[in-house]
């Protein structure tokens, strides 16, 4: 027969692994919705980048609810070493895949305003390429964290520079089209702030492995991340609401 205190420990390990469950959850969706905002700027697709704004809303909740389940959990378990790094994780993801999702929505509005103007198919492709090379360090941090994989984590962490030089190619690409045809200079500012949100989901999947190293080792990361240091473009974005 379980002792009262095996019977809460046992019980705080599912709510744990409920909560973790959770979050995978959420990371899913939120990888839905950055492939399909991308997808949406490729194809000029108006219905897809709407849906996509129309369903950021429902990210936001989960976030809120895991977070009150985080809080719930500390408050009442007390949990202590790798089981709080755990719980505190979980928040902190949960506020990283929101912000992540807010990117992808900014994406979606830009969608939007470039199916109105004229196509710029080289430059859409190879913000399509960039878009796809952050989505998949997005999956490798969510299916790291899933996995508890320390050397997948470690690989996305290794690789965040590649995301800003991407971007940084990207934007004097963007910049050499404004210069040498000003009537292009209204849909490269848009499909330059859809590669800094790109840029910012990148820096988002980085922030998720150092978590997890956080989480199950205890310590941080030893070393700057490696990164660009900046650039003309460094500081373009200030968001689209």
Known sequence: ?????????????????????????????????????????AMRDVGLAQLVVGRDQKLDQLQIDIEKKAIR???????????????????????????????????????LVIADAEPLTPLTRSVERMGKLVLARLK??????????????????QKDQEVDEHYNSLFRELLTYMMSDPRTISACAQLLFVAKNLERIGDHATNVAEMLY????????????????????????????
């Open 1 to 41: 027969m379980m002792t009262a205190n095996e019977h809460t420990l046992k019980f705080f390990g599912e709510e744990l692994q409920q909560l973790k469950a959770e979050v995978a959850r959420m990371g899913g969706l939120v990888e839905a919705q950055v492939a399909d905002s991308i997808r949406a700027v």
């Open 73 to 111: 959990m500390i408050a009442l378990r007390q949990p202590v070493a790798q089981d709080l790094r755990r719980t505190v994780a979980a928040m902190k993801l949960s506020w990283n895949l929101e912000r992540t999702g807010d990117q992808a929505k900014n994406i979606a509005k830009r969608a």
């Open 214 to 241: 956080y989480e199950v080792t205890g310590e941080e990361i030893v070393g700057d991340r490696p990164r660009w240091n900046g650039g003309e473009g460094a500081d373009v974005d200030r968001g689209f609401a």
């Open 140 to 157: 490798d941090a969510l299916d790291a964290y899933t996995n508890l994989d320390l050397d997948q984590a470690m690989g996305v962490w």
